[in-house]
Nanobody, 126 residues
Framework: QLQLVESGGGLVQPGGSLRLSCAAS????????VGWFRQAPGKEREGVSC????????YYEDSVKGRFTISRDNAKNTVYLQMNSLKPEDTAVYYC???????????????????WGQGTQVTVSS
């Protein structure tokens, strides 16, 4: 059974940091593209950052470039999202998702992703 479990969310002050983790089980993680998506109240789900199966390609949404870093450890079947310099507008439910895809470029279109975690809340507030 394909499963993704997120952890690491919480409440943080503006300018603070959080590290999200996404643990995968039940499938060959090494041939899956993985991404982090977020959805704020009243807004559509958007791709925040995605990483290719072989780590060679990454995507960052413009508003998080220079602040967020995505990484993956295929030996541990885990993807991470390090979030620094957090802003109130980063507040959302963050989801991890995966799609079996081996390509020369990475896509962060949520419609492409087939397996989703349950989400973890990130709140940035003073």
């Amino acid at each position: 059974q394909l499963q993704l479990v997120e952890s690491g969310g919480g409440l943080v002050q503006p300018g603070g940091s959080l590290r999200l983790s996404c643990a995968a089980s039940g499938f060959n993680f090494n041939v899956y593209e993985v991404g982090w998506f977020r959805q704020a109240p009243g807004k559509e789900r958007e791709g925040v950052s995605c990483i290719s199966w072989n780590v060679d390609n990454t995507y960052y949404e413009d508003s998080v470039k220079g602040r967020f870093t995505i990484s993956r450890d295929n030996a541990k079947n885990t993807v991470y999202l390090q979030m620094n310099s957090l802003k109130p507008e980063d507040t959302a439910v963050y989801y991890c998702a995966a799609v079996r895809r081996v390509a020369g470029w990475v896509s962060c279109n949520p419609d492409l992703y087939t397996t989703w975690g349950q989400g973890t809340q990130v709140t940035v507030s003073s």
